[in-house]
């Protein structure tokens, strides 16, 4: 019954995807405004009938129907209902229906909020974001159907289909094989829908892109309609790729939270456009100009959410995230293909009309340097874009497989990325058009004195590594030029108002959300940068055998192995735990207790580690093997990973600066109002 | 007496020399045998061509355990780093190593990236060659915007856009 509701609701939501698409057209070639009423109400449709594929499809999981397929390979007895329930996106077939029900969210709120905005792209922004939700509802209907019930024939052979077969009987297996061990993490509830969204989020301003393309609209309007969305997005990007660093520091054990994997690649690089975007656009609506360029960034954003899913899901690539691999690949590559020629043939159609008579005042402008911000960004994208893809590209043309590990994008990126924060340092300071050498130098040179205290404690403190003495200047330099521009910004406010200082500051912030948003994001990647700067380059790590009472050391660390117990635990895990006293300087600090569970249905073995963790940074410690008579042994793995924390810390600032930034601002709704020629009625 | 003298400087001679060459052994056999952590330090930047995408170090399948134990022997058997590379990188292709050699068709792995960042930085270059303004010709002109006034009007300037 359930079944049969969920699967239907997926049929009429695919049905009502192509029909907005068809409505859409017939608006476009009739002129009637019924056809374009109606697309925007199939559309709103597809989101409840999606909401009800859903629902039906947690309601089977958390009800243990084990006669479905899918509930029977990702969700057990022994797991508790917060896991059954979120196993919706811990297989291919439910993280897919997850994925379209995400997308139909933001397709439905742009329907109903921003429906009198653009109007004359209404009908172009219905196509592009329907076609690729019924791309993704027709994988679900026909290749990965998370409805396929079980039948088994006769002679004891299993299929699954929506349909019996001939002389089947419905199969329910006693109990299912249950969710990934290493699925099952609190990360992991939140992680998957934060990344989702942030990809999911960027189709929204894609979007608005061709329909601005499909109708030749040059101005810059609808990029102020569609900032909040590429916000979001952008924010929920970071967030996911944030939490999924967090998961694997957690439950990976390789004492890391950065692996450079395919996966977390694929991630990164539309996160990397997104941001060479969020930037760029400024510039756009500033001045009119990189309108080009722009339309490039937003149509490479979206081409590389569907090429980051693909890589996912395909099997193409092996990674420690690959969970759900199929046979969609190919579909997927077609559809990348396809969509990525029509983005660029309407690019080229238009690439006149975009063309801007404005040029570069000043190299030294903040034009100039936005413009080098995206240089900078462009060069990673390529070197994360073409590390994934040149194992491949090996085995095709020489027939050796390599591997392309974390040195490669380390060395690539590092420079690359150092330059980015020293931009962020002088762009602030830097005004639009022009600014001399003089001018600059008299606004940085005090924070540049004041950032070079960071450095010079740390030589001092005995650290003599050159590059982490520069990155650390750097991220110095950048969270003293953003503070001195709130401090400037204020007491400008203050004299000229009278206002007292915080007054004045809070005044500055609420009345250009967008700029100082952008800086407590800045400040949000400082943190990150001193958290990254610690473990990558003052990481230490051990590993020793300890027999009962036994001390080994890491630092100023010490610790004594306790005890080893072992027991199962309801989840049908059999636990190994040890216990180990920490010691700091030789006074006890507290107690660790890393473990090994190894899941007997999938028979698989997870490391988690127990942690110390401090603002100063964390002792990680791993149980890496025990003698199996006696337990008087046991092998410890323990990693100092210094500041670690601070990336965490990071992300607040992140959630903080977006949250300013995109806060409703009325003057912007004005603008958009005002705008008579886009508010006629269609 | 003298005798018993020499004896017993002889056997004290002979003891300490035993005890000097038990401890050698003892030594030499430690330095022969390699630690965890000198293990780990080869083991990170090897892949074995089963696990996906986990250094050797990490990893806990047994295959993985039985690469860490060759690496063992192997710098036992006196092995430089380099050499244990080569060996696994000989028994089972380039794949396993972390980073790909820079020779052959692998150099497109690491000149490509550099290459495009170049061939960017000229593009970008050509756009600002074209920017309308000399720096130097314009320096003494707006130098009068380097007080404090200046950025008290810009920022109100900016404040009354948005007003």
């Known amino acids: 019954m359930i079944v049969n509701l969920g699967y239907t609701a997926l049929l009429l939501a695919l049905i009502c995807s192509l029909y907005s698409i068809v409505s859409a057209r017939v608006y476009i070639n009739t002129n009637r405004y019924q056809w374009v009423d109606s697309a925007r109400n199939a559309v709103i449709a597809v989101w409840f009938l999606l909401t009800l594929a859903c629902l039906s499809l947690v309601y089977l999981l958390t009800n243990e129907h084990f006669e479905i397929e899918y509930v029977a390979s990702v969700s057990s007895r022994a797991m508790p209902w917060y896991l059954k329930a979120t196993a919706l996106w811990g297989g291919q077939a439910g993280s897919l229906l997850f994925w379209s029900w995400l997308m139909s969210t933001y397709t439905g709120v742009v329907m109903l909020r921003d429906w009198s905005k653009e109007r004359d792209m209404q009908p172009y922004i219905i196509t592009a974001s329907m076609l690729t939700l019924a791309f993704f509802i027709s994988l679900n209907a026909f290749v990965e159907n998370p409805f396929n019930v079980l039948w088994i024939d006769s002679f004891g052979n299993i299929t699954a289909s929506v349909m019996r077969p001939n002389a089947n009987l419905m199969f329910t297996p006693k109990d299912g094989a249950g969710l990934n061990p290493l699925l099952r993490h609190p990360g992991m509830i939140i992680h998957p829908p934060m990344l989702y969204l942030g990809f999911v989020g960027f189709i929204i301003p894609y979007s608005f892109a061709i329909g601005a393309l499909a109708v030749g609209r040059t101005d810059s309007v609808w990029i102020r309609a569609t900032r909040r969305w590429t916000l979001v997005a952008w924010l929920f990007l970071s967030l996911g790729l944030l939490l999924g660093g967090r998961w694997a520091y957690d439950v990976l054990g390789w004492g890391g939270y950065w692996g450079w994997d395919p996966v977390e690649i694929a991630a990164l690089m539309p996160w990397l456009t997104g941001t060479a975007f969020l930037h760029s656009v400024i510039i756009q609506e500033k001045h009119g100009m990189f309108k080009r360029w722009n339309m490039i960034l937003i149509i490479l954003t979206y081409a590389l959410v569907i090429f980051g899913t693909f890589l996912t899901r395909s099997g193409v690539l092996s990674s420690v995230h690959a969970f759900a691999q199929s046979s969609i690949g190919p579909l997927f590559f077609m559809f990348i293909t396809i969509t990525f020629t029509i983005s660029l043939v309407l690019l080229f159609r238009g690439w006149e009309t975009l063309g801007s008579s404005k040029t570069l005042t000043s190299w030294l402008s903040r034009e100039g340097l936005f413009l080098l911000n995206n240089l900078l960004f462009m060069g990673i994208l390529v070197a994360c874009f073409w590390g994934v893809i040149y194992p491949l590209i090996s085995e095709i043309i020489t027939g050796q497989k390599v591997t392309v590990g974390p040195p490669f994008y380390e060395r690539t990126t590092g420079p690359q990325f150092a330059a980015l924060l020293f931009l962020m340092g002088i762009v602030p300071l830097v005004a639009w058009r022009i600014t001399t050498v003089n001018r600059l130098g008299h606004l940085i040179w005090k924070p540049t004195i004041i950032s070079l205290v960071v450095p010079i404690i740390s030589m001092i403190s005995g650290v003599m590594n050159f590059a982490a003495l520069l990155s650390l200047w750097l991220a110095s330099l950048v969270f003293c030029v953003t503070i001195y521009e709130f401090y400037r910004g204020a007491i400008a406010r203050s004299k000229s108002s009278g206002n007292n200082f915080y007054v004045a500051l809070w005044l500055l912030i609420s009345r250009n959300r967008r700029r100082y948003g952008g800086y407590i994001v800045h400040l949000g990647v400082v943190f990150m940068a001193v958290g990254i700067i610690g473990v990558e380059m003052f990481q230490t790590e051990t590993q020793g055998t300890l027999a009962l009472g036994e001390r080994m050391h890491l630092g100023e660390y010490s610790l004594v192995y306790r005890d080893l117990t072992e027991f199962s635990a309801n989840d049908g895990r059999v636990v190994t735990r040890a216990t180990l006293t920490v010691y700091k300087n030789n006074k006890a600090i507290g107690k660790l207790e890393p473990q090994r569970d190894y899941y007997k249905d999938s028979m698989q073995r997870m490391t988690i580690p127990d942690i110390y963790s401090t603002l100063e940074g964390d002792l990680y410690v791993l149980l890496i093997d025990w003698k199996p008579v006696g337990l008087q042994q046991a092998t410890f793995k323990v990693y100092l990973n210094p500041l670690i924390n601070w990336i965490w810390i990071g992300g607040f600032g992140f959630i903080l600066g977006t949250l300013v930034a995109t806060w409703p601002d009325q003057r912007d709704r004005d603008i958009l109002t005002n705008n008579k020629s886009f508010a006629q009625p269609l | ?163």
């Open chain 2, 1 to 163: 007496m003298v005798k018993t003298w020499v004896t017993r400087q002889f056997l004290f001679s002979m003891f300490v020399t035993c005890m000097l060459f038990g401890s050698l052994g003892n030594v030499l056999a430690q330095d022969n045998s390699p630690t965890d952590d000198e293990v780990n330090a080869i083991s990170k930047q090897l892949y074995c061509p089963v696990c996906e995408s986990i250094p050797l170090d990490a990893c806990g399948t047994q295959a993985c355990i039985q690469w860490r134990d060759t690496i063992r022997e192997k710098l036992s058997a006196g092995w430089s780093e380099e050499e244990i590379k080569q060996y696994f990188s000989n028994q089972y292709g380039v794949r396993v190593l972390a980073e790909p050699p820079i020779k052959g068709f692998n150099k497109l792995l690491w000149y490509l990236p550099p290459f495009s960042l170049l061939i960017g930085s000229l593009l970008v270059i050509r756009l600002l060659a074209k920017t309308r303004t000399n720096l130097n010709t314009l320096d003494s002109g707006i130098s009068n915007i380097d007080n404090a006034d200046r950025y008290v009007d810009r920022i109100e300037n900016e404040l009354k856009q948005w007003e």
